[in-house]
């Protein structure tokens, strides 16, 4: 297992596109997490699901982000108008997810840059 | 809901010099506490956890933390730092129950030989 995959590493979009962002967790995790990380800053929460169910959003996931994960394995984040304030680090994590002892692993990231 | 803030935002030390890197939290449930550390073009890594039991917890490399739940605090420590400790490290709760993460700002440790 090599952990937790995200592709692309970089984006570079100009102002009003849309950007897909994928994750591959690893193998049999149940659960998945998106985070934001902006510059200077810790990680933000965005969502998680647990299997296929989005179980979480975050009041920072506007109306123009939506992610999925339709067979309960990979998820995609989809932004929509990408505006310049888009531009951070996403992160995604996954987890067993069971118990106390529910150790989020994560992956490299996705820098976005918008233009 | 919870916050958590890291008090330095960087931390300059001398190679073999101890360090502390503080983090304090506010929550108003139980949380678990954890040290993530970020080294240059790689990915966040679990450092050490607070689940239950005893306050001190210890890494595999050397680090340590304890858990004040008067001063609501988790701080990072380490007596003697090598240069390959160089890294951004974060603090996070987790609120027991919940799923998510809340980060603190990090704090970037740099090593000088």
């Known amino acids: 297992d090599t952990g937790v995959s995200q592709d692309p590493r970089h984006k570079i979009t100009k102002r009003g596109q849309n950007v897909t962002f994928r994750c591959d967790p690893i193998s049999e995790h149940n659960r998945l997490y998106w985070y934001r990380q902006t510059l200077g800053q810790g990680p933000e929460f965005l969502t998680y699901f647990q299997n296929e169910a989005q179980l979480e959003k975050s009041r920072l996931l506007s109306d123009r982000f939506s992610a999925e994960r339709p067979k309960g394995s990979f998820s995609t984040l989809e932004i929509q108008r990408t505006e310049q304030g888009d531009s951070a680090m996403y992160l995604c994590a996954s987890s067993s997810g069971t118990g106390v002892h529910n150790e989020q692993f994560f992956g490299p990231g996705t820098r976005l840059t918008v233009l | ?113």
Do not use: M
């Open chain 2, 1 to 113: 809901a919870q916050s958590v803030t890291q008090l330095d935002s960087q931390v300059p030390v001398f190679e073999e010099a101890p360090v502390e890197l503080r983090c304090n939290y506010s929550s108003s449930v139980s949380v678990y506490l954890f040290w993530y550390v970020q080294y240059p073009n790689q990915g966040l890594q679990l450092l050490l956890k607070y689940l239950s039991g005893s306050t001190l917890v210890k890494s595999i490399n050397g680090f340590e933390a304890e858990f004040n739940k008067s001063q609501t605090s988790f701080h990072l420590r380490k007596p003697s730092v090598h240069i390959s400790d160089t890294a951004e490290y974060f603090c996070a709760v987790r609120p027991q129950g919940a799923q998510k993460l809340v980060f603190g700002q990090g704090t970037r440790l740099t090593i000088n030989p």
